[in-house]
């Protein structure tokens, strides 16, 4: 069977492998729409945006989230303020007429779905639904359950949860989709499993599961999980399992070995029913398989969506000279040859584009001609936003010897992280008083999308400080270097496999403590970047280049995705068992 390029993708291709349905909590689906929080949603976004562009048959499930993640402000002195982001999903989406129910608590909640259709280049469409349980036949509260992205309690988390992987598993069904792959992306849509268990016993109760049952639910099955350390895996109470799921379905879960020191663990339910699990790094994909001995944990490293997060000049030059890369981004690999001149010029239009937008926002006028750092990311703890800041002085005078500095910070605390709130806190009171002639440090409001789209893109050089191995891979390092922007990074996550001393950015050395990282991080910027952005201006352009060939060519989610392809939705043995010579993906 030949591909017939006249005609449009069709899933009956490949009747054998059928369709992926992709679960995730959030997906960043385009800026408008305050569907997501950070990386993880990035990522669902740039998974689908693949998908689409490379005609795999694919759809995803996720949550309305139709009062956002939340708007964030900064006043004076770094404290920050939250307001709800509504949206009306009827100005984006269609709403399907299939309603579904599940049961939560002792209540029956009606859910419906909103589909959005994601249309890749060549016009492959990847729908998206977004689960919604706004219906008049709920109670007030049942009615706010796909309200707010990671809002309230656990309470309210394990009953989203329950609306995304068994209302969504059910809507699949309602939908008329003949699903063949069931794609967790993260421990929040592990419930599906459940559903898919009791179909599998005929709806009936979950006393007469056997191991069939398990391993007919576990083919279907794919995971992705996202977490580095024990304490980030999602976990709910005895208690709350038997009041919430109920009595029956949490005894079998616990007698599946779901739990873990007494409490349900999203992570090990996913892992015990996929037939295939991985992590998101080459070394997060190890850390896994030390906290899960029992399973075997593959890794995938993430990227990001190419032509999403490169900047319009960049974009220009790359259409210029490698036409190519925009069907194969393989090809970005070629960028190796394009003259030094014109990777500078690409960069300085991006560079003016974020300092208009700098300015435009804070009425600051800063140096487009000055070396300029970007650390933007989650305000979390572990990301350390502050170890830049850790000796003022020395930071003055590598300022003092660049002939300036500019350091763009942004990030949203999550509501309910007090200690995050308090760094955003603690860098802008730094920033004020350090703020001088020769280095100018502004904390950007509200990181989001558009933000971090001009901030990759713009800056000089992309910061990264987290503890090891609290990320699992990061993802905005990769924006940067989509955009030739090298990095000057902890060596964890994606940064293992991406850095290449010298030639991508630099590596800020392990040491066993903050202080001793912070240390490594200032000769980096005192011997590396500053003496080469001050006088090597071809030597800079040369590092730009092969951050964009080296990195741009593989830390894209079209690489990415061909790897779920061949390792997780259709691995070879799959195929041999088929006999199928086709390929598995189209584009
Ligand atoms: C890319 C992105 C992230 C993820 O960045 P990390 O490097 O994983 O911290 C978070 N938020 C936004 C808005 C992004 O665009």
Redesign the pocket.
């Known amino acids: 069977m030949q591909p017939d390029p006249a005609k449009p993708f069709s899933y009956e291709k490949f009747p054998t492998f059928g369709l992926v349905a992709y679960f995730s909590m959030e997906i ?1 689906i385009q800026p408008a729409m305050p569907t997501y929080s ?2 993880l949603g ?1 990522l669902a976004g740039d998974t689908l945006r693949s998908a689409a562009d490379m005609g795999i048959p694919l759809v995803a499930f996720s949550l309305a989230h139709r009062k956002g993640y939340f708007q964030q402000h900064l006043d004076g002195v770094g404290a920050q303020t939250e307001e709800v982001q509504p949206w009306n999903p009827a100005d984006f989406c269609t709403e399907e007429a299939a309603r579904v129910t599940v049961s939560i608590e002792d209540r029956v909640v009606v859910v419906r779905a909103w589909r959005y259709d994601l249309q890749g280049r060549s016009g492959h469409v990847v729908p998206i639904y977004l689960l919604d349980t706004d219906l008049e036949e709920n109670s007030g509260w049942d009615r706010g359950l796909t309200d707010h992205l990671y809002g309230g309690d656990t309470n309210y988390r394990l009953q989203q949860e329950i609306v995304l992987g068994m209302a969504g598993a059910r809507m699949a069904s309602a939908l008329g989709l003949d699903v063949n792959v069931y794609h967790m992306n993260e421990g929040h849509a592990a419930l599906l499993t459940l559903t898919l268990l009791e179909r599998q016993v005929g709806g009936g109760p979950l006393g007469s599961v056997d191991d069939v049952d398990v391993e007919r639910v576990r083919t279907k099955c794919v995971f992705t999980t996202h977490t580095p350390v024990p304490a980030g895996h999602d976990r709910f109470s005895n208690e709350q399992s038997i009041r919430i799921l109920g009595a029956e379905r949490t005894a079998r879960l616990e007698k599946l070995g779901c739990f873990h020191e007494g409490l349900l663990n999203m992570t090990l339910l996913a892992l015990r029913f996929s037939r295939y699990a991985n992590g998101v790094a080459m070394l997060h994909g190890k850390v896994s398989r030390e906290m899960f001995p029992q399973f075997a944990i593959d890794s995938i490293t993430n990227g ?1 969506h190419a032509p999403t997060w490169m900047g319009e000049p960049i974009q220009q030059m790359l259409d210029t000279h490698l036409p190519a890369w925009r069907r194969d981004h393989l090809y970005l690999r070629n960028a190796i040859e394009i003259p030094e001149q014109d990777i500078l010029r690409a960069h300085a239009r991006a560079k003016e584009t974020l300092l208009s937008e700098v300015a435009s926002r804070t009425g600051l006028v800063l140096n487009p001609n000055v070396l300029t750092l970007g650390f933007a ?2 305000a979390a703890t572990y ?1 350390r936003a502050s170890l830049l800041l850790t000796q003022p002085e020395r930071l003055l005078e590598i300022a003092n010897k660049a002939g300036g500095l500019q350091i763009l910070y942004a990030g949203k605390a999550h509501p309910q992280d007090t200690p995050g709130k308090a760094l955003i806190h603690q860098v802008i009171e730094a920033a004020g008083k350090l703020s001088n002639d020769m280095l100018r440090i502004v904390y950007l409001e509200n ?3 558009d ?3 001009l901030l990759t893109a713009g800056v000089d050089v992309w910061i ?1 400080t987290p503890r090891r191995p609290y ?1 699992a ?5 990769m ?1 940067a270097a989509m955009n030739a922007v090298p990095s000057l990074s902890i060596l964890d996550g994606w940064w293992v496999e991406g850095c290449i001393e010298g030639v991508t950015g630099w590596a800020i050395e392990d040491g066993p403590d903050d202080a001793a990282e912070a240390e490594s991080l200032y000769l980096k910027l005192e011997n590396s970047v500053v003496p080469l952005y001050l006088d090597a201006r071809e030597k800079w352009a040369q590092l730009m280049r092969t951050t964009l060939a080296f990195n741009g060519s593989y830390f894209n989610t079209n690489r990415m995705v061909k790897q779920y392809t061949r390792n997780a939705y259709y691995p070879v043995k799959l195929l041999e068992r088929a006999q199928v010579e086709e390929p598995i993906y189209a584009g």
Do not use: H
């Open positions: 960043a950070g990386g990035v990001v990311r989650r990301k990181y989001a999308w933000l971090g789209a990264n990320e891979s990061g993802t905005s390092g924006k």
